[in-house]
């Protein structure tokens, strides 16, 4: 049985460039969150879509954006990269009860 | 705004001794709290969770506390392990709607043999 998977696992992009991020949830799991992890910190988040629909915006600028795929798959679009993008992307799925929250490995996204 | 406190960040014991990590959330509403531990360089993995109709459960040497009142949940890890050496985050969410999870900024706890 998968669990949530993401790609790629690293990435490398320069300032002002856009980054796209994917993940797959468990199967069976509608509901995808997206989390971004600074070294030495706690995940922060940024977006949760259910059955394709944003049920939740963190506090990033609009330079985050995300979608839901009917496959329930998602992407995380990030445009005019900072340095300070730099941070561990980490996807999360859960089921219809919404509860737990299983994690995916991450994407590690650094900005030069 | 919402807000999770953890503390130690850091925590270092001695094998076989116990250890304890205490949150603080600032939402009333909150409702449910897992713990993830997470290993250098990999997932955050759920260990161990707690709804706020409940004040305490136990799973083997793992075990969370909640007092609602207060607004504080601690975790519990008794008879350590070197395996047991990771990163533990609280976090605290609203079931219902959407639950977005506000995480703690970890501690570090490490075993010693």
């Known amino acids: 049985d998968a669990g949530v998977t993401q790609s790629p696992t690293h990435l490398i992009k320069t300032r002002g460039q856009h980054v796209t991020l994917r993940c797959s949830p468990i199967?069976?799991?509608?509901?995808v969150s997206w989390y971004q992890q600074v070294l030495g910190q706690g995940p922060q988040f940024i977006f949760q879509?259910?059955?394709?629909?944003?049920?939740g915006r963190g506090n990033f600028p609009d330079r985050f954006s995300a979608r839901q795929f009917p496959n329930y798959s998602s992407e995380l679009n990030v445009n005019a990269l900072l340095l300070g993008d730099s941070a561990l992307y980490l996807c999360?799925?859960?089921?219809?009860?919404?509860?737990?929250?299983?994690f995916g490995p991450g994407t590690r996204l650094l900005v030069l | 705004g919402e807000n999770v406190e953890q503390h130690p960040s850091t925590l270092s014991v001695q094998e076989g001794d116990s250890a304890v990590i205490k949150c603080t959330y600032s939402?009333?509403?909150?409702?449910?709290f897992p713990w993830y531990k997470q290993e250098l360089g990999k997932r955050p993995q759920l260990i161990i969770d707690?709804?706020?109709?409940?004040g305490e459960k136990k799973d083997q040497r793992i075990a969370v506390t909640l007092n609602k009142t207060a607004k504080h949940f601690s975790l519990h890890i008794t008879e350590t392990q070197p395996e047991d050496s990771a990163v533990y985050f609280c976090?605290?969410?609203?079931?219902?709607?959407?639950?977005?999870?506000?995480f703690g900024a970890g501690t570090r706890l490490a075993v010693h043999p």
């Open positions: 199967s069976g799991h509608k509901s």
């Open positions: 999360a799925s859960s089921g219809t009860g919404g509860e737990t929250q299983y």
């Open positions: 879509y259910y059955e394709k629909e944003e049920r």
């Open positions: 707690i709804r706020s109709n409940v």
């Open positions: 939402d009333s509403a909150s409702n449910y």
């Open positions: 976090a605290a969410s609203l079931l219902g709607g959407y639950n977005k999870l506000i």
